[in-house]
Nanobody, 120 residues
């Protein structure tokens, strides 16, 4: 099976920084891409940033210039460095991986989420 474990969520003041981590483990053959998504209360889940196995990144317009996604292929871990945080960044942040298992099954797998709260 596959597990994605996120960490790093916290309560922070406006303008502060946080670093989220997500580690994938299990019967993984390879990871195509990983990404961070967030869901605020009463809103739909939205993409924040993604990174491919080759290192190509994409960001939501709302976080460009403030957030940086990076990955460590050897550790099967993705990070999200968040700076200049705003109250509207408050949400549960989820990690998603698109990967192929050793059974050759390919699909999306989600972590359990980590809460980020930005106080004004």
């Amino acid at each position: 099976q596959v597990q994605l474990v996120e960490s790093g969520g916290d309560l922070v003041q406006t303008g502060g920084s946080l670093r989220l981590s997500c580690a994938a483990s299990g019967s993984i053959l390879y990871i195509n891409s990983m990404g961070w998504y967030r869901q605020a209360p009463g809103k739909q889940r939205e993409v924040v940033a993604t990174i491919t196995g080759g290192g190509t990144t994409n960001y939501a317009d709302s976080v460009k210039g403030r957030f940086t996604i990076s990955g460590d292929n050897t550790k099967r871990t993705v990070y999200l460095q968040m700076s200049s945080l705003k109250p509207e960044d408050t949400a549960v942040y989820y990690c998603k991986a698109n990967l192929r298992m050793i059974t050759l099954r390919t699909g999306d797998y989600w972590g359990q989420g980590t809460q980020v709260t930005v106080s004004s």
